[in-house]
């Protein structure tokens, strides 16, 4: 051993006893874990946030609408259903480039099925949506004269005549819509064409609202019908609008999947046309 290779053995021993150079790089590792622990809380943190204010503005202005202060004629049926899809139009603008403005547990688990999400921001996601229903609902009970909110304000119930099934079933298709329409959006294929996503699942609420809202309350959303009914203390076939939307959800986005999902086109370039020789610039 020649008495260089000596003394760069004996430093290096010397620097593992005197331990500062192993403990700057465990600093280094401690800090490095520390940071990606905190960028990830903070993400996650935003996406709850965000679904949270959404389904606060989704039950508050959407609710909103079904007050009756005494106008003649109003709310009806077609005003109820245009608010709620108007008021999911805006938070799509808003939020969507956020957290994808589910708002919605149902929407939730089919991106889940799509790889969108995994598991734990999913969580956040729901956390959010059902403490954004909450305080949304509860705003708007502060704010509305309580001559005006009536018995079982704004709580999905199955319609006159409906049978808890037929409630069911109603829930479960339109559900099926709404999450078609996610399918649709999220596929590879449409992902230039998101400038008319917030009008189109506007349009769609509005219309899924319309023609299940008489079977079943047109809730689509767990979220939805669970602040109103915590606050109304009313479960009356409440599991409906759990089990129903979620079931749908997890059918539907399997089967899209399965079925339909394509990856987007390679697009192929034509090379530029462009001589080889430019006989003027001798080139």
């Not at 593992?16 to 280094?28: A, C, I, T």
């Not at 734990?120 to 705003?139: M, T």
């Not at 079982?152 to 819509?177: H, S």
Request: include cysteine.
């Amino acid at each position: 051993m020649t008495q260089k290779q000596f003394d760069k053995n004996f430093n290096s021993i010397n620097l593992l006893k005197d331990g500062s150079e192993v403990e700057d790089d465990s600093d280094k590792i401690y800090k490095w874990c520390f940071l990606k622990m905190k960028q990830s809380f903070l993400e996650l943190l935003t996406l709850g946030l965000s679904e949270c204010i959404g389904t606060a503005m989704l039950l508050f202005f959407g609710c909103m609408g079904c007050v009756d202060l005494g106008n003649p004629g109003f709310p009806t049926h077609l005003s109820i259903c245009l608010g709620f899809g108007l008021t999911v139009m805006v938070i799509v603008n808003i939020f969507g480039v956020v957290s994808g403005a589910h708002l919605n547990p149902a929407v939730t688990l089919a991106a889940i099925v799509y790889k969108l999400v995994d598991f734990q921001k999913a969580v956040v996601y729901v956390i959010g949506q059902f403490i954004g229903a909450f305080l949304g609902y509860g705003l708007l009970r502060v704010l509305t004269p309580e001559s005006s909110l009536g018995e079982n304000f704004c709580v999905t119930l199955p319609g006159k005549g409906i049978d808890v099934w037929k409630a069911f079933g109603v829930e479960f298709f339109i559900t099926m819509g709404l999450i078609l329409i996610c399918c649709g959006v999220w596929d590879p294929r449409n992902a230039k064409h998101h400038d008319s996503v917030p009008l189109r699942f506007g349009l769609a609420i509005t219309m899924l609202a319309l023609v299940g809202g008489p079977y079943s309350g047109g809730s689509m959303n767990p979220a939805r019908s669970f602040g109103p009914a915590l606050y109304n203390m009313n479960f009356t076939a409440h599991w409906i609008y759990w089990v129903a939307p979620m079931l749908s959800a997890l059918i539907t986005a399997v089967a899209f999947r399965m079925v339909f999902y394509r990856e987007a086109p390679k697009e192929i370039t034509k090379p530029e046309e462009v001589p080889l020789r430019d006989a003027k610039n001798n080139v």
